[in-house]
C-alpha cells in the first residue's frame, strides 16, 4: 500500500456545475477525513468518517457539499453548483483510531 | 474554537542560517503535529510531540512542546535549500477526531 490517494490531482470546473472527488485511505484505517486548504492558508477540517459513519461536519460544510464512505473503504466528497468561493485544495487524511492522520496529495479545484 | 497561531508567516533566509517557527495557541491539546508541505502536494506529517515539555530532535530540526501544551516551536539548524517550504503545526483535540491547523509558515531557504 503506497499510502491515501485522491482523485483527480485537478479539476477545473464553471460555476454551477457539479464535482466530484474520490479518496483512497490506507487500507487498514478506518477513519477517513476530509480538510480544505484555500491559497496561503493552513488545513481547515470539513468532516470525518470512522468506518461508514459519517461522526462530525464542520459548519464549513453547507448544504451544498455532502461526502459519503458507503462501505467504509473509498470516499466522495461531492460539491453541487458550484460557487467561486469553492475553489481550494481538497485534502483527504486516513487514520487507525486516533492515530497519526496520514494525507493524500489533495485535489485542487478550480471554479470559474 | 481552538485556534493555533504561526509565526512568522514567511521567513527568507540564507542556506547554513539557522531559524525558529513558533505556533501558539490559548488552547491546551493532547498533542501536536507538525508538517511541511511543498506546492501542489498534501501535508507530510515530520514529528508528533505528546508530553508538556518534550524535544525531539528530526537530524537538524528540533522540535519542542510546551510545558502547558499550549505552544510549540520549530528550530532548524543550518538550513539548506531542500528545507524550503509551508511548515505547518497542527492541534490534536482531547477526542483526537480532527487536527486544528495553523495558517502555516513559509520558509524559503536561499543557495
Known amino acids: 500500500d503506497t499510502g491515501v490517494s485522491q482523485d483527480p490531482r485537478h479539476k477545473i470546473t464553471k460555476r454551477g456545475q457539479n464535482v466530484t472527488f474520490r479518496c483512497d485511505p490506507i487500507?487498514?484505517?478506518?477513519?477517513l477525513y476530509w480538510y480544505r486548504q484555500t491559497l496561503g492558508q493552513g488545513p481547515e477540517f470539513l468532516t470525518y468518517?470512522?468506518?461508514?459513519?459519517?461522526?462530525?461536519k464542520s459548519r464549513l460544510l453547507s448544504d451544498r457539499f455532502s461526502a459519503e464512505r458507503p462501505k467504509g473503504s473509498f470516499s466522495t466528497l461531492e460539491i453541487q453548483r458550484t460557487e467561486q468561493g469553492d475553489s481550494a485544495m481538497y485534502l483527504c487524511?486516513?487514520?487507525?483510531?486516533?492515530?497519526?492522520?496520514?494525507f493524500g496529495p489533495g485535489t485542487r479545484l478550480t471554479v470559474l | 474554537t481552538q485556534l493555533l497561531e504561526q509565526s512568522p508567516q514567511f521567513l527568507s533566509i540564507q542556506e547554513g542560517e539557522n531559524l525558529t517557527v513558533y505556533c501558539n495557541s490559548s488552547?491546551?491539546?493532547?498533542?501536536l503535529q507538525w508538517y511541511r508541505q511543498e506546492p501542489g502536494e498534501g501535508p507530510v506529517l515530520l514529528v508528533t510531540?505528546?508530553?508538556?515539555?518534550e524535544v525531539k530532535k528530526l537530524k537538524r530540526l528540533t522540535f519542542q512542546f510546551g510545558d502547558a501544551r499550549k505552544d510549540s516551536s520549530l528550530h532548524i539548524t543550518a538550513a539548506q535549500p531542500g528545507d524550503t517550504g509551508l511548515y505547518l503545526c497542527?492541534?490534536?483535540?482531547?477526542?483526537?477526531?480532527?487536527?486544528?491547523f495553523g495558517g502555516g509558515t513559509r520558509v524559503l531557504v536561499k543557495p
Open positions: 487524511a486516513s487514520s487507525f483510531y486516533t492515530d497519526t492522520q496520514y
Open positions: 487500507s487498514e484505517h478506518n477513519r
Open positions: 468518517f470512522q468506518n461508514e459513519a459519517q461522526l462530525e
Open positions: 488552547s491546551v491539546f493532547s498533542s
Open positions: 510531540v505528546v508530553t508538556g515539555g
Open positions: 497542527a492541534g490534536v483535540t482531547a477526542a483526537g477526531n480532527k487536527l486544528t
